[in-house]
């Protein structure tokens, strides 16, 4: 007589551990820190929608950067719930008729995910946007091949610039800079985002850097000045640059770029290093040709990442985050 086979329960985790998640994530870069993004619970699966209404029509006209953070939020909110014990199988856009739909996620227990899972996972909370002068980064071929273990399940591919191209590249960035400094409807979105107080969202001002430290960072967004400081006086910025690029410019090649984008600047802060996304340099199709032109292979450039070395006990501030209430939603 043959036994009968028993299927497993389905696993999902509970109302806090989801929400736990979700405001970890939360803590993700995102394009002027306007994390564009919303979660829903149906009870069995959760789902990751952009908000359009965090769009940044001059910068972004496109969605690229918006999906890009959306990506880097989806992968720290994985990294969470690996974390938690909880592996996540993905569907990416799954539905073709919902195109804001970026994401639907389901669960299974994962009690033995990897230590390096759980190093990330707890890097999310210590990771910081640094915009100053650093120092040449520490054991830099480890963490660049690190970095490139992870970034390649992505399909997306990681390049090290060398010091020429470093070089043409600050030249490129200044171009691209140039050609904002005068569009009103650009500088307008720019100022919105940035340099206020007391808010959950943008970049605050005490994350803003002075004319005088922004000169020394040859490439670098130019945000609104902050008022004068000579942080770091005696650094020249030393830090290495990284280009994720991918093999198409598509909505799931975006989605893709951020979550390597969110492993790799992980790596960077379990590795103590400082880390910089730029997507500034990658607005234009002039400067983005340029980086190209930097690359090996026929790829399409997305990030451009700077890391080093922050001198000791000159962190970051944090930048602020919405509440969990604002971007989960249980039905």
Known sequence: MTESVVLPETFVPDRPTITA???????????????????????????????????????DPHGRKLVISCGAVLHHLRTALAERGWHTDT???????????LAAIEFRPWPDAPIGVHARARAIELRRTDRLPMLPPRNWNELVHAARMLANPHDIELDVLNADARSRLAIAS?????LRRYDMEYQ????????????TEGVPRSALVSDAESARVPVGRAFPSAPHSARRGDVEDQAQLIVLSSADDSMLAWLNTGEALSAVLL???????ASCALTHITELPTVRKTISSLLAGPVVPQVVIRVGSAPDGEEPPTSPRRPVTDILTFV
């Open 91 to 101: 569907v990416r856009l799954p539905d073709p008729e919902q195109p804001d739909h």
């Open 267 to 273: 790596e960077c802060t379990v590795a103590g290093q």
């Open 188 to 199: 307008t979105e720019l100022h919105w985002w940035t340099g206020h107080s007391h808010v």
């Open 21 to 59: 998640a979700v405001r970890l994530a939360g803590r993700a870069p995102s394009v002027h820190n306007t994390q564009p993004w919303r979660w829903v619970f149906d009870g069995k699966r959760l789902h990751l929608y952009r908000d359009n209404e965090r769009l940044l029509a001059s910068a």
């Open 174 to 178: 200044q171009h691209a800079t140039a």
